[in-house]
């Protein structure tokens, strides 16, 4: 899982195992992820950036509001995002910040993969494990 992650085969939808050594890299690895179902991160260029500020209820709620930010960037404003920088990830008072990095939706050097409607709650569970985070994410296609 050199990139951070890896997918798996889910009826209907995509799925994603993610993993960070910190919480922060896990994020940031999510968000790798979902750019990755979305278009091919390496033809977009960093260009401007993004600041993203989200609270949750919980810590699975506050990495789907995370993604579900940049999912909205995408689709009412064109932006894709080629990588991705989690300054915090506050667990007692529920509030991630970072910076997204990419550049508006050029159709004459950017393909689009799919569409995903919605980060699901789906058997989310995010793990501390002894060397990294570690959490799996279904994308609603």
Not at 49 to 69: F, I, K, M, T
Not at 86 to 110: M, N, S
Request: net charge positive; with cysteine.
């Amino acid at each position: 899982m050199a990139r951070g992650y890896e997918f798996f085969e889910h009826t209907a939808d995509a799925g994603a195992v993610v993993r960070g050594a910190t919480l922060p890299r896990l994020f940031e690895n999510a968000a790798r992820a979902l750019f990755d179902l979305v278009c091919d991160r390496r033809t977009v260029r960093p260009r401007r950036r993004l600041r993203v500020a989200v609270e949750g209820s919980g810590p699975e709620d506050l990495l789907v509001r995370w993604l579900q930010e940049l999912l909205y960037r995408h689709e009412t404003e064109g932006w894709l995002f080629s990588s991705f920088r989690v300054e915090r990830v506050d667990r007692a008072r529920l509030r991630a910040r970072g910076v997204a990095f990419g550049e508006p939706l050029d159709r004459t050097r950017h393909r689009t993969r799919r569409e995903i409607k919605a980060i699901t709650y789906h058997q989310m569970r995010i793990v501390r494990g002894r060397s990294a985070w570690r959490v799996r994410i279904v994308f609603d296609i």
